[in-house]
């Protein structure tokens, strides 16, 4: 079984502006309200797939509501925990350019956290977990990795999107995979991380810290991929992304969908890669119609 774990949700909402000028009134032209949160997002992409998962974490308040009521629309399982603050609205400005505000992170009181580590503990060999996004201020900096020591030797693949910190201490686990982007990637080590010869260097630092599998994702430049026997670069073709949003959670959920296929990395590699393009050409996420015609258009290279 996929689970996914969102500590941090939201309601994404999206407003479309023929421009942005502080100070002024403007009227949106479009608006789109979604639930949002990375571990949301490859419950969704994994949903889109055909692949079913169930989706953990925290909801509160009249947002919650309406994550969840979300959640049950698009058919996902989930076992989220109440809490009694609202969580938290992003939004996202869509004019010249695309402008995102992070809403405030409600408390999350013990006893939840209590429950949420009971529902870890259930998980069982052969089971993903996939822990990802921004971690409230009011639990440790270092959840991931208590929660990656809960099941250690369990037999549970642990796929960690992260960044800083909350990366840096999940390693010492030797997660499944992890997925950075050059930016989160060069954060982690204090370097600039520019090309993809430099993000398979910098990769391949993350395996020696205990990453099994590393993909980092360089927007325009397409993504990396390492582990200790094999290493590939991704190319795509330069278009305009319309759409950033959830990019990187299809990456993620398109290499767990082709593990569970049967795909080897490359294929799976070359499938992630077209996942996280797809949706970064749309303004929804990627599909499945939309990965396979795509795919062609991905240039895989074998790096020795």
């Not at 692949?51 to 049950?72: K, N, R, Y």
């Not at 686990?173 to 997925?179: H, T």
């Not at 010869?197 to 993504?223: D, F, T």
Request: proline share 4%.
């Amino acid at each position: 079984m996929i689970y996914t774990v969102t500590l941090n949700p939201s309601i994404d909402y999206h407003i479309w502006l023929s421009a942005l000028s502080q100070g002024t009134i403007h009227e949106a032209q479009k608006e789109w309200k979604v639930a949002g949160g990375k571990g949301i997002n490859v419950s969704k992409v994994l949903r889109a797939l055909g692949e079913d998962s169930t989706a953990l974490g925290f909801v509160g308040g009249f947002t919650g509501v309406f994550i969840q009521q979300q959640i049950e629309q698009a058919g996902i399982a989930h076992q989220f925990i109440r809490i009694q603050h609202d969580s938290r609205i992003n939004v996202k400005i869509k004019a010249e350019n695309e402008t995102d505000i992070s809403g405030v992170s409600p408390p999350v009181p013990e006893e939840a956290l209590e429950r949420l580590f009971a529902q870890i503990d259930r998980l069982q060999s052969g089971d993903y977990l996939v822990l990802a996004g921004s971690i409230p201020k009011s639990l440790p900096a270092d959840i991931y990795q208590m929660m990656m020591q809960r099941l250690r030797g369990k037999g549970v693949r642990i796929f960690l999107d992260a960044k800083g910190q909350a990366l840096k201490n999940g390693l010492a686990e030797e997660p499944f995979l992890i997925k950075p982007n050059h930016h989160e990637l060069g954060e982690l080590y204090g370097v600039t991380i520019a090309t993809p010869a430099e993000a398979i260097e910098w990769g391949r630092k993350a395996l020696q810290m205990g990453a099994q599998n590393v993909i980092v994702s360089m927007a325009g430049q397409g993504a990396v991929f390492v582990n200790q026997n094999e290493a590939y670069t991704a190319r795509i073709p330069q278009r305009k992304p319309i759409n950033s949003i959830g990019a990187g959670d299809s990456m993620v959920a398109g290499f767990l969908y082709a593990l569970t296929r049967g795909m080897n990395n490359e294929a799976a590699f070359r499938f992630a890669v077209a996942a996280g393009s797809t949706t970064a050409l749309s303004e929804g996420f990627c599909t499945l119609e939309k990965i396979e015609a795509f795919m062609q258009d991905v240039t895989i290279s074998v790096i020795s």
